[in-house]
């Protein structure tokens, strides 16, 4: 089992940054692959960014490429995501995902929560125009 607890979203106005972390614990954290969901009212969870397990290969989805950036430090269980330039439609409820079923899958496939296991509470990320 893998307990995953997010933290650090907010209000923000436009242009401005967060940074979200994802605490893990549970087992072995470093084997994990890793991802950021998020879900607006009304719409489907839909894929921000992924991290494989050794932290060399990222992934993302197209409208937040250069905008947001994940990175994990295994020696502390957390993976992050730092959001710049946010916009109003990055308004929802972000949440961490991880799973060792596919260690050595292309990040790239990453993308779909069927893909995931383990599941953070999720935390609001609001964006004023």
């Known amino acids: 089992q893998v307990q995953l607890v997010e933290s650090g979203g907010g209000l923000v106005q436009a242009g401005g940054s967060l940074r979200l972390s994802c605490a893990a614990s549970?087992?072995?954290?470093?084997?994990?692959?890793m991802g950021w969901f998020r879900q607006a009212p009304g719409k489907e969870r839909e894929f921000v960014a992924a991290i494989m397990w050794n932290g060399v290969y990222t992934y993302y989805e197209d409208s937040v490429k250069g905008r947001f950036t994940i990175s994990r430090d295994n020696a502390k269980n957390t993976v992050y995501l730092q959001m710049n330039s946010l916009k109003p439609e990055d308004t929802a409820v972000y949440y961490c995902a991880a799973t060792s079923r596919s260690p050595l899958s292309p990040i790239a496939t990453m993308t779909t929560p069927l893909k995931y296991d383990y599941w953070g509470q999720g935390t609001q990320v609001t964006v004023s125009s």
């Open positions: 549970g087992r072995t954290f470093s084997r994990e692959t």
